[in-house]
């Protein structure tokens, strides 16, 4: 394959996506400074409240555009990924097991943290109440809905239409790196610097979910497991009964997608996964 033919096929995919993000950009640069004008306390990176809402809005709508000039072979896969998913037989029952197997190895990751004097019980952080109840069911309804944005986005939409062009893993590891980059929209690369440690947890994280994804052919697995991981933070920040030490140790940290420890095992869990579906994956 001559380096014309390759750059012309790499511009074909990448160059939507390129152009999608600079219109987000440049959206995002109009609106922000007229609702920091409105409100000096706004922000669209806000982690939650409205900005959260607003900047998914801005996401979703350029999916829209870049959706309606695709081809409608594509359009029906992502419909298939994003909505097709939830009417197969048996879906709940998948997305349940995927979701109570990444939930409970987040808690199995800070018990070791725990035993080993990086993670403090806090006897002050409360007591169950029908309130706190009710805020953590509705935590995990947001949970989902993160969960299932960020899927149908990075795995049922970005991974899809690259594959239109690339084989399974250079798409697997091309979706993987704009997960990465997605997740700090006001200096993406920092995640390749200053931030490593958290890119490259994001960058595994991508490559699992993407993984699961593409051995078990649904998105609710995906899904699941996303939310299982995801929905253990949530939980604690309703409920603080667990503090974490100053981290003296280079494997630990208190935001386990930096944790090297972590990488480690994610990294062990993706390379098992490659080789023993290696065929499938090829």
């Known amino acids: 394959m001559t380096i014309p033919h390759t750059t012309a096929r790499w511009w074909k995919v990448s160059g939507p996506i390129v152009l999608s993000a600079c219109s987000l950009f440049i959206t995002f640069n109009i609106i922000e400074p007229l609702a920091t004008w409105l409100n000096p306390t706004y922000t669209l990176l806000a982690n939650r409240s409205v900005g959260k809402f607003a900047l998914s809005f801005m996401v979703l709508l350029q999916l829209v555009l870049f959706l309606l000039v695709q081809p409608k072979n594509f359009l029906h896969r992502v419909l298939d990924s994003a909505i097709g998913s ?15 197997f990444f939930f409970a190895l987040h808690w199995l990751i800070l018990g070791g943290l725990w035993q080993s004097g990086f993670a403090l019980y806090n006897p002050a952080w409360g007591t169950f109440t029908t309130s706190l109840v009710v805020r953590t069911l509705f935590g995990l309804f947001v949970t989902f809905l993160l969960a299932w944005s960020e899927e149908v986005i990075f795995r049922g939409f970005i991974y899809e239409y690259i594959t239109t062009s690339y084989s399974i893993l250079p798409s697997i590891l091309c979706a993987s790196t704009i997960f990465m980059l997605a997740h700090d929209l006001s200096n993406p690369l920092s995640l390749l610097t200053t931030n490593l440690s958290l890119g490259i947890g994001l960058f595994l994280l991508g490559m699992l979910l993407n993984l699961i994804f593409v051995l078990t052919g649904s998105l609710v697995a995906s899904i699941g497991a996303h939310m299982g991981l995801v929905f253990v933070k949530v939980v604690l920040r309703r409920a ?30 993706i390379l098992g996964i490659v080789y023993k579906f290696r065929k499938k994956l090829a």
């Open 86 to 100: 939830f009417k197969r037989p048996g879906w709940l029952r998948m997305m349940g097991l995927f979701f109570i």
């Open 240 to 269: 603080r009964f667990l503090t974490f030490a100053p981290m003296s140790a280079w494997w630990a940290h208190a935001d386990l997608r930096q944790a090297p420890a972590v990488h480690l095992l994610f990294l062990v869990v």
